[in-house]
């Protein structure tokens, strides 16, 4: 079993910052690839941004340029990094982790609110 805990949501400033981790214990994660979604009241959970266990990043394009996902394989913890902020950037968000032929897991979400 893998647990998954996001933290660092909170209120944003249009143009601000913030920076989501997420904290796995249960498993190493080093080999798992990992993923941020988000879901905005009313919408459909969407993909913002993955990892693969060797580094390789995609993002959905609404993001591209302004948000940043990264690991540290020896703290268990994957981040994303927002920058420039919008108010549509709104969101619970959302860590999940893909081991290797294996089931996935979520967190519990995180409150993201961009807001003057």
């Known amino acids: 079993q893998v647990q998954l805990v996001e933290s660092g949501g909170g209120l944003g400033q249009p143009g601000g910052s913030l920076r989501l981790s997420c904290a796995a214990s249960?498993?190493?994660?080093?080999?798992?690839?990992m993923r941020w979604y988000r879901q905005a009241p009313g919408k459909q959970r969407e993909l913002v941004a993955a990892?693969?266990?060797?580094?390789?990043?995609v993002y959905t394009d609404s993001v591209k340029g302004r948000f940043t996902i990264s690991r540290d394989n020896a703290k268990n913890t994957v981040y994303l990094q927002m920058n420039s902020l919008k108010p549509e950037d709104t969101a619970v968000y959302y860590c999940?982790?893909?081991?290797?032929?294996?089931?996935?897991?979520w967190g519990q979400g995180t409150q993201v609110t961009v807001a003057s």
């Open positions: 999940n982790a893909r081991p290797p032929g294996g089931d996935m897991y």
């Open positions: 249960g498993s190493m994660i080093r080999t798992f690839g």
């Open positions: 990892i693969t266990a060797i580094g390789d990043t």
